[in-house]
């Protein structure tokens, strides 16, 4: 019998998958704990319906993270913080602040958790990560001069 799977099933397949399964599995298990509905048309049809929705809906992002990219590759952060005067900080530059310096001087809404960088606590040039989609990240030039 082809079922289509509702969730993923171990051993068997993912969600929203067609598989065969036996008859007495599918009668018995899959279908009455909701697991898998049958094939039939309509049923067929709607899930290549959210299938294809699915693809556009990730089309969509994957070109709104390219086009963030380009916008986050000439950028670059300056900070002033209090430090000591052989260059080295009184504390650090987080994401957060990174976070929020995008937000008030580019009008960049980029979350926190995104931002990977290794912790700031020297004056000078340093780079951050910031990860958009899968296999696509920014990198920006992250200034931090010492204020005495």
Avoid: C, W
Wanted: overall charge positive.
């Amino acid at each position: 019998m082809d079922v289509i799977l509702t969730q993923d099933v171990k051993g068997l397949g993912k969600k929203n998958q067609m598989v065969k399964a036996s008859d007495g599995y599918a009668r018995n298990f899959l279908l009455p704990k909701g697991l898998a509905v049958e094939a039939t048309k309509a049923n067929v049809n709607e899930m290549n319906a959210k299938t294809d929705a699915e693809r556009a809906r990730m089309a969509r992002e994957r070109a709104a993270a390219l086009e963030q990219q380009k916008a986050l590759s000439s950028i670059s952060l300056s900070f002033a913080v209090k430090g000591g005067a052989n260059g080295k900080l009184f504390g650090s530059v987080t994401n957060k602040e990174i976070s929020e310096a995008l937000r008030a001087k580019h009008g960049l809404e980029i979350d926190r958790k995104k931002i990977e960088v290794d912790a700031i606590k020297a004056a000078g040039q340093h780079t951050a990560t910031i990860k958009l989609y899968p296999q696509i990240s920014a990198k920006i030039t992250i200034n931090v001069t010492v204020e005495v």
